[in-house]
């Protein structure tokens, strides 16, 4: 089996910075308006807040901290196992490396930029279309999402056997009923899009330009019935693991939240990653806020608990991923810029 070579990555164009600017900006006003919103709607009282802020108890949040890499490292191994189908040498460490890239910039960008950068950062130093990365990207995506839904069952296994014998309430029952209709929309098109019928025409060519057809190969790639098997037991690993940590997370603030309430919470701050605020600021408050409330957690409580855990899950992420950039030589603007490479042509399709 081949290795992958991480090569030093070229000198693209000039980095669209005033751009990537404006789309931050707006973003985190989008964040601040709804969390504003929040808090007036709920009548969180600010001097309740900043008391629960100083009053909380570190451990908690320190194994939190260490939670937050842990939960990486399941990612990473379900993105290594949908990537290895374009990138057979692909090792493990790169998967992880390229995990802390991504959510470096998903904490900086709106609207989960940083998978796109993440496609660009491992194009550039692997040579293969970004394009085909970008059909891999999606199928993880889906395979994430598809995690979520798998997990729902096991938390109400495991809700049902505790003593308190807690069921979900309706709105989380609505919520992921969205989400396993949106799972199996996106799964149609990307069987669609694999269609040997749909990528070539009589002649075995290519159909379409260069880069809609590296996409379509990327969705081709993936060996969908190992596929299905393999992410059906990784895919929900990451997600069953974060409700561990904010169960620990939470005795910060002496809450000891249940799993039921740890999952709606969890879907909570998915279902507001809509709102395009970069690190999901704002909406990530707001939505855990809203959602443990609904779930009997107090309001004031519930924001200082969701607004720690939130900075012990961005903070250090994005401390390791600066890192790891300026380890390899990345700037953020500038010609040898990653955001540079997003104006770069695709590559041709592979034969």
Request: hydrophobic share 55%; glycine share 8%.
């Given at each position: 089996?081949?290795?992958?070579t991480?090569?030093?990555?070229?000198a693209p164009?000039?980095?669209?910075?005033?751009a990537?600017?404006?789309?931050?900006?707006l973003?985190?006003l989008?964040g601040?308006?709804v969390v504003?919103?929040a808090?007036?709607?709920?009548?969180i009282?600010?001097q309740?807040?900043?008391?629960?802020?100083?009053?909380?108890?570190p451990g908690?949040?320190?194994f939190?901290?260490a939670?937050?890499f842990?939960?990486m490292?399941?990612?990473?191994l379900?993105w290594?196992?949908?990537?290895?189908?374009?990138?057979?040498?692909l090792r493990?460490?790169?998967?992880y490396r390229?995990?802390?890239?991504?959510?470096?910039?998903?904490?900086l960008l709106?609207?989960?930029?940083?998978?796109?950068?993440?496609?660009?950062?491992?194009g550039?130093?692997?040579g293969?279309s970004?394009?085909?990365l970008?059909?891999?990207?999606?199928?993880?995506?889906?395979?994430?999402?598809?995690?979520?839904?798998a997990?729902f069952?096991?938390i109400?296994?495991?809700?049902v056997?505790?003593?308190?014998h807690?069921?979900p309430?309706a709105w989380l029952?609505?919520a992921?009923?969205?989400m396993?209709?949106?799972?199996?929309a996106?799964?149609?098109?990307?069987v669609?899009?694999?269609?040997?019928?749909?990528r070539r025409?009589?002649?075995?060519?290519h159909?379409?330009p260069?880069?809609?057809?590296?996409?379509?190969e990327?969705f081709?790639?993936?060996?969908?019935r190992r596929?299905?098997?393999v992410?059906?037991?990784?895919?929900?690993?990451?997600?069953?693991?974060?409700?561990?940590?904010?169960?620990?997370?939470?005795?910060?603030?002496?809450?000891?939240?249940?799993?039921?309430?740890a999952?709606?919470a969890?879907?909570?701050w998915?279902?507001a990653?809509?709102?395009?605020?970069?690190?999901?600021?704002?909406s990530?408050e707001?939505?855990?806020t809203?959602?443990l409330g609904?779930l009997?957690?107090p309001?004031d409580?519930a924001?200082?608990?969701?607004?720690?855990?939130?900075l012990?899950?961005?903070?250090?992420?994005?401390?390791?991923?600066?890192?790891?950039?300026?380890?390899?030589?990345?700037?953020?603007?500038?010609?040898?810029?990653?955001?540079?490479?997003?104006?770069e042509?695709?590559?041709?399709?592979?034969?």
């Open positions: 089996m081949p290795s992958v991480l090569a030093a990555p070229k164009a000039p980095a669209p910075a005033r990537v600017l404006l789309r931050v900006l973003g985190a989008a601040l308006v504003s919103v808090v007036v709607y709920l009548r009282s600010r309740s807040f900043i008391q629960d802020v100083l009053s909380a108890h908690p949040l320190l939190a901290v939670g937050g842990v939960l490292g399941f990612q990473s379900r290594w196992t949908v990537m290895r189908s374009v990138l057979p040498g493990y460490g790169h998967a390229a995990i802390l890239v991504g959510f470096f910039f998903n904490s709106p609207m989960r930029g940083g998978d796109l950068l993440r496609v660009q950062y491992l550039r130093r692997t293969v970004r394009a085909k970008l059909g891999n990207e999606v199928v993880d995506h889906f395979s994430d999402r598809w995690g979520w839904v997990a069952p096991i109400c296994l495991v809700s056997a505790l003593p308190a807690e069921r309430p029952f609505r992921l009923a969205i396993a209709s949106i799972v199996a996106v799964a149609a098109a990307l669609a899009m694999r269609s040997e019928r749909w025409d009589a002649h075995g060519r159909r379409g260069a880069w809609l057809a590296n996409l379509r990327g081709a790639s993936a060996d969908w596929l299905l098997l992410e059906t037991l990784l895919a929900p690993l990451p997600w069953l693991w974060e409700c561990l940590v904010i169960l620990v997370a939470s005795r910060a603030l002496d809450l000891a939240l249940t799993p039921m309430q999952y709606g969890l879907t909570a998915n279902l990653s809509i709102i395009p605020s970069p690190g999901n600021a704002g990530f707001a939505s855990g809203l959602a609904w009997g957690v309001a409580r924001l200082a608990f969701v607004f720690l855990y939130h012990s899950q961005v903070l250090p992420g994005m401390a390791a991923g600066a890192a790891l950039l300026a380890a390899e030589g990345e700037t953020l603007f500038g010609k040898g810029s990653v955001f540079a490479g997003l104006a042509p695709a590559s041709p399709p592979t034969p």
